[in-house]
T-cell receptor
Framework: AQSVTQLGSHVSVSEGALVLLRCNYSSSVPPYLFWYVQYPNQGLQLLLKYTSAATLVKGINGFEAEFKKSETSFHLTKPSAHMSDAAEYFCAVSGFSGSARQLTFGSGTQLTVLP | GAGVSQSPSNKVTEKGKDVELRCDPISGHTALYWYRQSLGQGLEFLIYFQGNSAPDKSGLPSDRFSAERTGGSVSTLTIQRTQQEDSAVYLC???????????FGPGTRLTVT
């Protein structure tokens, strides 16, 4: 069984400040991990993914995440927040074959960027 | 190229009515997923289609929910005898052969009154 925990349902940062959104996972097999972003009234957009290659993964819009197996974490960071980053962010885990490829999502973190 | 499309974008129905939600995946994508997003339950997996294989229906919440995929492309999610707790955004996603990346459509917002 797989699960994801996102710490902090709401995070506020000032424009230009570091963004850190936390994600911890539980998986009985080596996981594939994803971060998605959702803007109001839109679907989910893939930010980045970890699929057992490099542990530091770079994504779109300046975001990156580091897979740390010892901590079972996959935290999302961005050095400098922009107003356009305000959205809801979801961490997700999937297995690697067949129906296990369905995504199991965390509960989401709403990011607010303050001017 | 075109992304995943879903229709309708919004659907309001009366309790007890049946509804059909449609998903057009990205051309060439063999895997198709349905998820539900609701305030109380977050994002939940509903059903998974892979090519011509039998679908994985393990996420369907009740026998009022069913889905089909015709010709390995378009999918329809049907909810019979809708209940107020079915109110949610229904998201469809597809992925290419051998890929783990799922591309999501904009969703259908279902409101049951």
């Amino acid at each position: 069984a797989q699960s994801v925990t996102q710490l902090g349902s709401h995070v506020s940062v000032s424009e230009g400040a570091l963004v850190l959104l936390r994600c911890n996972y539980s998986s009985s097999v080596p996981p594939y991990l994803f971060w998605y972003v959702q803007y109001p009234n839109q679907g989910l957009q893939l930010l980045l993914k970890y699929t057992s290659a490099a542990t530091l993964v770079k994504g779109i819009n300046g975001f990156e995440a580091e897979f740390k197996k010892s901590e079972t974490s996959f935290h999302l960071t961005k050095p400098s927040a922009h107003m356009s980053d305000a959205a809801e962010y979801f961490c997700a885990v999937s297995g690697f074959s067949g129906s296990a490829r369905q995504l199991t999502f965390g509960s989401g973190t709403q990011l607010t960027v303050l001017p | 190229g075109a992304g995943v499309s879903q229709s309708p974008s919004n659907k309001v129905t009366e309790k007890g009515k049946d509804v059909e939600l449609r998903c057009d995946p990205i051309s060439g994508h063999t895997a198709l997923y349905w998820y539900r997003q609701s305030l109380g339950q977050g994002l939940e997996f509903l059903i998974y289609f892979q090519g011509n294989s039998a679908p994985d229906k393990s996420g369907l919440p009740s026998d009022r929910f069913s889905a089909e995929r015709t010709g390995g492309s378009v999918s329809t999610l049907t909810i019979q005898r809708t209940q107020q707790e079915d109110s949610a955004v229904y998201l469809c996603a597809s992925s290419a052969p051998g890929s783990y990346e799922q591309y999501f459509g904009p969703g259908t917002r279902l409101t049951v009154t």
